[in-house]
């Protein structure tokens, strides 16, 4: 099996797609005729994102998103930090946390999205060490040269 796509639930859909091009440099996939679903070009995983009046006619009720109780958390690796942080607030991002220096080295940053989403902005790495063990190495959001943690 393949994680496929992770699908947001979000009241302006085009909004958020704008938001994400905007602060992430993330270009836009489609955004589905209505503007009720739409998708980032993330790679082979996908970033969607969809409205709740579209999941409530599949017989769906997701709840809103709340960065101060997160239920999961997006993450962008990036070679500058510093700088990410400041596109993500100038596009509208509200930071849940300042860059810093977590215990294995790497330097994260957490800001929240127009809808509430927590968005973790690691420091890419290419170190490897056993000395990580891979629990650690996917809780802080750590890439390998050989493209994937634990190998």
Do not use: W
Not at 81 to 103: C, N
Not at 108 to 129: E, H, N, Q
């Amino acid at each position: 099996m393949q994680l496929a796509y992770t699908i947001l639930y979000v009241e302006d859909v085009p909004k958020a797609l704008a938001f994400y091009m905007h602060a992430f440099g993330i270009g836009q996939k489609f955004l589905y005729e209505g503007g009720d679903y739409g998708e980032l070009e993330t790679g082979a995983t996908r970033l969607a994102f969809s409205s709740p009046k579209l999941m409530r006619e599949l017989n769906k009720n997701p709840e809103a998103a709340n960065a101060n109780a997160p239920c999961l958390e997006i993450s962008f690796a990036t070679d500058d930090v510093e700088a990410a942080i400041k596109r993500a607030i100038s596009a509208g991002a509200q930071l849940m946390q300042a860059a810093k220096s977590m215990p294995l080295g790497q330097t994260i940053a957490y800001v929240a999205d127009l809808d509430g989403f927590l968005i973790v902005m690691p420091f890419k790495t290419s170190t490897r060490s056993s000395a990580i063990p891979n629990s650690c190495r996917l809780a802080y959001g750590l890439t390998f040269a050989s493209g994937a943690a634990g190998h």
